[in-house]
């Protein structure tokens, strides 16, 4: 596999190995949410792709937590900014 998906769309790699990452992956029937969500994303450090049948992707977290993917699962990923996070909304609540 070179790091893209049917639809082309995953446009991760080997060579992204250190970069931080977001990858949306399909989740096994076990894991589905409780909404019945079956995609997911993890955003983080790619710290390993391993092409082949058996191939996947492992993924620092911020937490420190590890997440590894197997590549058959991938439907998106990109390289993002190391400062690409949402802001957040520090206004008080309403009410």
């Known amino acids: 596999m070179d ?3 049917p639809e082309g769309r995953v446009r991760v790699g080997v060579r992204d190995v250190g970069s931080r ?7 096994t029937p076990q894991e589905h ?5 079956s995609l997911t ?15 996947h992707a ?8 590890e997440v590894t993917v197997g590549l ?9 900014p190391a400062t690409a ?5 520090r206004r008080p609540p309403a009410g």
Do not use: F
């Open 3 to 5: 790091g893209r998906a």
């Open 21 to 27: 990452v977001v990858l949306r992956y399909r989740l």
């Open 33 to 37: 949410g409780p909404y019945g969500e």
């Open 41 to 55: 994303d993890v955003v983080g450090e790619l710290l390993a792709w391993t092409d082949g049948p058996d191939g």
């Open 58 to 65: 492992v993924v620092r977290r911020r937490s420190g937590d």
């Open 72 to 80: 058959d699962r991938l439907v998106t990923g990109k390289v993002v």
């Open 85 to 89: 996070r949402p802001a957040r909304d």
